[in-house]
């Protein structure tokens, strides 16, 4: 079946620094990718949608400039946590919608970023 | 705006036990309505997806139902084992071209042996 795979699944930074994770649609194009954040004991909440070739549209109080998401191919799209602080710590999930079959959505298996 | 509930926010049973995990939706306009397992450090799994025109969906030994009118579905776990030991999560789509999910906060389910 469709896989979205997420890279990395962990990852640890520098407070200040800029941390990139990758969501990758494997065996299927995908039109329209979605940016969820899990902060512990809530509810995963959308960050922005992102259409391939377009901006992402973001999602009121999500900063823009400092959650960069590029949908430059139809199966990748990235999300770059610029300058990050602890507080950005969390848990990011993709997940992506095959336009091919039925407009199924798949999830990636997430990405855990801790600022330190 | 659609909000979606999931109580309790813990469980605990000891194993072998049937259980039924909650999850409340506030409008009753969606499109679908799914269920997912989340296991500590790792990422998502979809167990079951009802269609809005579905009044269940079953795999195993999980049985999720949809009633669409009172803003409810259940996923229902028979004799629960240790390896069912995880947080659920029920994700409500609005609508077929809305692709947003709106997400529960969970039920963090222990099977204790």
């Known amino acids: 079946g469709a896989v979205v795979s997420q890279h990395p699944s962990w990852v640890i930074c520098k407070s200040g620094t800029s941390v990139k994770i990758e969501c990758r649609s494997l065996d299927f194009q995908a039109t329209t990718m979605f940016w969820y954040r899990q902060f512990p004991k809530q509810s995963l909440m959308l960050m922005a949608t992102s259409n391939e070739g377009s901006k992402a549209t973001y999602e009121q109080g999500v900063e823009k400039d400092k959650f960069l998401i590029n949908h430059a191919s139809l199966t990748l799209s990235t999300l770059t946590v610029t300058s990050a602080h602890p507080e950005d710590s969390s848990f990011y999930i993709c997940?992506?919608?095959?336009?091919?079959?039925?407009?199924?959505?798949?999830f990636g298996e997430g990405s855990w970023l801790t600022v330190v | 705006k659609q909000e979606v509930t999931q109580i309790p926010a813990a469980l605990s049973v000891p194993e072998g036990e049937n259980l039924v995990l909650n999850c409340s939706f506030t409008?009753?306009?969606?499109?679908?309505l799914q269920w997912f397992r989340q296991d500590p450090g790792k990422g998502l799994t979809s167990l079951l997806l009802i269609q809005s025109s579905q009044r269940e969906q079953t795999s195993g030994r999980l049985n999720a139902s949809l009633d669409k009118s009172s803003g409810r579905s259940t996923l229902y776990i028979a004799a629960s084992q240790p390896g069912d030991s995880a947080t659920y999560l029920c994700a409500a789509r609005l609508s077929d071209s809305n692709y947003q999910l709106i997400w529960g906060a969970g039920t963090k389910l222990i099977i204790k042996p």
């Open positions: 997940s992506a919608r095959d336009g091919g079959a039925w407009n199924t959505i798949y």
């Open positions: 409008d009753s306009a969606i499109y679908n």
